[in-house]
């Protein structure tokens, strides 16, 4: 786990998280406070991270369920399914908080629609294009146990330090 509470494929065991299908989220089994609470949680882990979607899998959690927010627009879908893909599908670089430093060119569809549900078990329909498509996609292979690093070319390392302006 990182020090702002991300798992990573590094250890063994967060991994085997990181890479098994999540759990159907049941509203029944969590209260509103309780899943209020969870998506505050993500939320903030999230923005500590400097991330832009997080998955409930990264934190340890065996939920159906992921956060993102593009474009000041905040989102928390649960039980998340994309239901509709364009043909045309666009190549650009990505990283992951589960894999640090390390990132690379992933091929995913330029629109799609997500249906899942709302903090509050309410069906919703998402119709997403450009960086949030590729978010929610991405996110989505998590809660399948699947990981960018599975089909991105051109890998390579991207140390923070080089980021670091003197």
């Keep these: 786990m990182t020090k702002d509470g991300v798992w990573t494929i590094d250890n063994k065991n967060e991994k085997k998280l990181l890479r098994k299908k999540t759990a159907d ?3 029944e089994k969590i209260n509103k406070k309780e899943i209020n609470g969870l998506i505050k949680k993500m939320r903030d882990i999230m923005k500590t ?5 997080l998955s409930a899998n990264q934190i340890g959690l065996d939920f159906n369920f992921f956060v993102a927010q593009v474009n000041n627009k905040f989102y928390a879908v649960f039980n998340p ?3 509709k893909k364009s ?6 670089e990505e990283g992951c908080l589960s ?16 249906e899942g549900y709302d903090k ?3 069906k919703i329909k998402i119709k997403a294009w450009g960086l949030l498509a590729r978010v929610f996609q991405h996110e989505v292979d998590h809660l399948n146990g699947k990981i960018f690093i599975d089909t991105a070319k051109n890998l390579h390392k991207y140390e ?3 980021l670091r302006r003197h």
């Design 120 to 122: 509050n078990g309410r």
């Design 99 to 114: 894999v640090p430093e390390i990132f690379g060119e992933v091929e995913r569809q330029e629109k799609i629609i997500l």
């Design 25 to 27: 989220f049941n509203f």
């Design 49 to 53: 991270a400097f991330g832009i979607g």
């Design 81 to 83: 399914e994309i239901v």
């Design 160 to 162: 923070k330090t080089a």
């Design 87 to 92: 043909n045309n599908a666009v190549s650009m």
